[in-house]
């Protein structure tokens, strides 16, 4: 089969590794090598952030006004209207994500890089009221310098926009390292950026490895801020990896997030809101309703509906119109999953719809599943499985809800359903999340920010302050007295 060799995209040209080395990229969907990249070296991925450097201490990106700065990301958005449709195939014959979320995917993304544009010229000092004799006191907002972008591979072109429009809005310069497991969509966003005119060096690609190039990537010493998105054993690597750099961080990790449904509850929204929340894109979403505790009242009717719908869900090919779940991305992802889920039921939970390979001897196939557990302690319950499986609980009392909800180490989302508007609220409340939702899921907008509490990661994404969080400030004292500096050992 033919395949489709990318480059990497360095100091504004397109380029192979420096010892001509490259990987493959498989279409989980067939199993087939699709695409390959070159496997960057730690020589490449310092001529990378040399290149951002340079660019963000020398280059006309450090010389533009914050208004051209933003009228460059509309230019990208332009460009990527134009190139939304390829850049959807890209990423759906690299994870197998849907091709009809993939588009709709592209087209928010116009918006988000116009949502950062108009914000660009919108970042503020202070002057605080130290009074009219002064010192004149002024507190500025600069960027940061090179910033070091990891992406995971769901929704790659969604998380890295969400790095890459603040982070330039702000007037830094930026290094991508998209998935070693699917690079494409990221690495031919290159060609939006080069078409968009941004100077060389403004925006790079390095593709490959977690070790060398995501390693050399994030302690390279010229690299000011690490934004991270991946799994939480990942960031426990990158952490230290900081410790070279003392760059600031932040990290997007994943999520094992309770939907709790009350007995008050609209059930035809319950059902839509639940399928939605773990089987949607294959469940390998960082907000995935992974974990739903049902009440008491409602536990039967909820399950039988729930493993209803699960049935009429058509598995199969991500490129076709009438699809609701495509694979998973990768093997590795699917193998953990069957394996987790064999070692739940050998400790007791049952399965009551799935848990096979959906009728496929090809492509990384899962069907969506459900389980019913009797308490947190299964691999299902604890772990984020990152695909379509439904770990169910059953609770008696709005506390036990609650105490069941906290129960995880991890708390990215969260949801509620019920008609009470004041137990939604208490719910909403007392579960630990970066994004909550009553009565939906999975509803999002970029001016809104996400990000988790605990072992989900720290730092927020989307929305205005995204954009201050790659700056620093800096205070300027200016003398206004009109008088000589005085004896610095004479105290008045
Ligand atoms: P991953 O942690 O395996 O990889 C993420 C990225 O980190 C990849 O680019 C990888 O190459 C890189 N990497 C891995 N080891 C590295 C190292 N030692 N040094 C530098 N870079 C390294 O995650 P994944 O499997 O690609 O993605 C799935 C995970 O991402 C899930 O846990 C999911 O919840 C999480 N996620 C979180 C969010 C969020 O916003 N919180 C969004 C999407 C996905």
């Given at each position: 089969?033919?395949?489709?060799?990318?480059?990497?995209?360095i100091?504004?040209e397109?380029?192979?590794?420096?010892?001509g080395?490259?990987f493959?990229?498989?279409?989980p969907?067939?199993?087939?090598?699709?695409?390959?990249?070159?496997?960057a070296?730690?020589?490449?991925?310092?001529?990378?952030?040399?290149?951002?450097?340079r660019?963000?201490?020398?280059?006309?990106?450090?010389?533009?006004s914050?208004?051209?700065?933003?009228?460059?990301?509309?230019?990208?958005?332009?460009e990527i209207?134009?190139?939304?449709?390829a850049?959807?195939i890209?990423?759906?014959?690299d994870?197998?994500?849907l091709?009809?979320?993939?588009?709709w995917?592209?087209k928010?993304?116009?918006?988000i890089?116009?949502?950062?544009?108009?914000?660009?010229?919108?970042v503020?000092g202070?002057?605080?009221?130290?009074?009219?004799?002064?010192?004149?006191?002024l507190?500025?907002?600069?960027?940061?310098?090179v910033?070091?972008?990891?992406?995971?591979?769901?929704s790659?072109?969604?998380?890295?926009?969400f790095?890459?429009?603040?982070?330039?809005?702000?007037?830094?310069?930026?290094?991508?390292?998209?998935?070693?497991e699917?690079?494409?969509?990221v690495?031919?966003?290159?060609?939006?950026?080069?078409?968009?005119?941004?100077?060389?060096?403004?925006?790079?690609?390095?593709?490959?490895a977690?070790d060398?190039?995501?390693?050399?990537?994030i302690?390279?010493?010229?690299?000011?801020r690490?934004?991270f998105?991946?799994?939480v054993?990942?960031?426990?690597?990158?952490?230290?990896?900081?410790?070279?750099?003392?760059a600031m961080?932040?990290?997007e990790?994943?999520?094992?997030?309770?939907?709790?449904v009350y007995?008050d509850?609209?059930?035809d929204?319950?059902?839509?809101g639940?399928?939605?929340?773990?089987?949607?894109?294959?469940?390998?979403?960082?907000?995935?309703?992974?974990?739903?505790?049902?009440?008491?009242?409602?536990?039967?009717e909820?399950?039988?509906?729930?493993?209803?719908?699960?049935?009429?869900?058509?598995?199969?090919?991500?490129m076709?119109?009438?699809?609701h779940?495509?694979?998973?991305?990768?093997?590795?992802?699917?193998?953990?999953?069957?394996?987790?889920?064999?070692?739940s039921?050998?400790?007791?939970?049952?399965?009551?719809?799935g848990?096979?390979?959906?009728?496929?001897?090809?492509g990384w196939?899962?069907?969506?599943?459900?389980?019913e557990c009797?308490?947190?302690?299964?691999?299902?319950?604890?772990n984020?499985?990152?695909g379509?499986?439904?770990?169910?609980?059953r609770?008696?009392?709005?506390?036990?809800a609650i105490?069941?909800?906290?129960?995880?180490?991890?708390?990215?989302?969260?949801?509620?359903?019920?008609?009470d508007f004041?137990?939604?609220?208490?719910?909403?409340?007392?579960?630990?999340?970066g994004?909550?939702?009553?009565?939906?899921?999975?509803?999002?907008?970029?001016?809104?920010?996400?990000?988790?509490?605990?072992s989900?990661?720290?730092?927020?994404?989307?929305?205005?302050?995204?954009i201050?969080?790659?700056t620093?400030?800096?205070g300027?004292?200016?003398?206004?007295s009109g008088a000589?500096?005085?004896?610095p050992?004479?105290m008045r």
């Amino acid at each position: 089969m033919m395949t489709i060799d990318y480059q990497m995209y360095i100091d504004g040209e397109w380029c192979e590794a420096s010892d001509g080395k490259r990987f493959d990229s498989v279409n989980p969907a067939t199993e087939e090598v699709w695409a390959t990249f070159p496997e960057a070296t730690a020589a490449d991925v310092n001529r990378a952030v040399m290149a951002a450097d340079r660019a963000f201490r020398e280059g006309p990106w450090s010389r533009m006004s914050a208004t051209e700065r933003g009228q460059v990301l509309q230019r990208i958005a332009r460009e990527i209207e134009s190139a939304g449709e390829a850049l959807a195939i890209a990423e759906t014959t690299d994870t197998g994500k849907l091709l009809r979320e993939t588009r709709w995917q592209t087209k928010n993304l116009v918006q988000i890089y116009e949502y950062y544009a108009g914000l660009a010229d919108k970042v503020e000092g202070q002057i605080p009221s130290t009074g009219p004799n002064g010192p004149l006191s002024l507190i500025v907002r600069e960027p940061l310098g090179v910033v070091a972008a990891i992406v995971p591979w769901n929704s790659q072109l969604h998380l890295a926009a969400f790095k890459i429009a603040p982070a330039l809005a702000a007037g830094n310069t930026i290094v991508v390292k998209p998935s070693e497991e699917a690079s494409a969509a990221v690495t031919a966003f290159a060609g939006v950026m080069a078409k968009a005119g941004l100077p060389a060096g403004v925006f790079n690609v390095v593709t490959g490895a977690a070790d060398p190039c995501g390693q050399t990537l994030i302690s390279h010493p010229r690299v000011r801020r690490v934004s991270f998105t991946g799994g939480v054993e990942t960031a426990r690597k990158i952490i230290p990896a900081t410790a070279a750099n003392i760059a600031m961080m932040s990290l997007e990790l994943g999520g094992k997030s309770p939907v709790v449904v009350y007995d008050d509850a609209d059930l035809d929204s319950v059902v839509n809101g639940v399928t939605s929340a773990i089987f949607a894109a294959s469940g390998q979403s960082c907000a995935a309703g992974s974990r739903l505790l049902l009440q008491d009242a409602v536990y039967d009717e909820v399950m039988a509906r729930l493993v209803a719908r699960a049935k009429e869900i058509v598995v199969g090919d991500p490129m076709g119109e009438d699809v609701h779940m495509g694979p998973l991305a990768t093997r590795r992802q699917r193998d953990r999953i069957e394996r987790l889920l064999a070692e739940s039921q050998a400790a007791g939970a049952r399965v009551a719809v799935g848990g096979g390979r959906a009728g496929r001897t090809q492509g990384w196939y899962f069907e969506p599943t459900i389980v019913e557990c009797d308490g947190q302690d299964y691999p299902v319950v604890r772990n984020e499985l990152f695909g379509p499986v439904l770990s169910v609980l059953r609770f008696s009392t709005e506390d036990q809800a609650i105490t069941l909800a906290r129960d995880s180490e991890f708390a990215f989302a969260g949801g509620v359903f019920t008609r009470d508007f004041a137990k939604a609220y208490r719910t909403a409340r007392a579960i630990p999340a970066g994004r909550f939702w009553v009565n939906t899921y999975r509803v999002t907008s970029y001016m809104v920010p996400f990000g988790g509490f605990a072992s989900s990661g720290y730092g927020r994404e989307g929305g205005i302050h995204a954009i201050q969080d790659y700056t620093q400030t800096k205070g300027i004292f200016i003398d206004v007295s009109g008088a000589a500096v005085a004896d610095p050992f004479v105290m008045r």
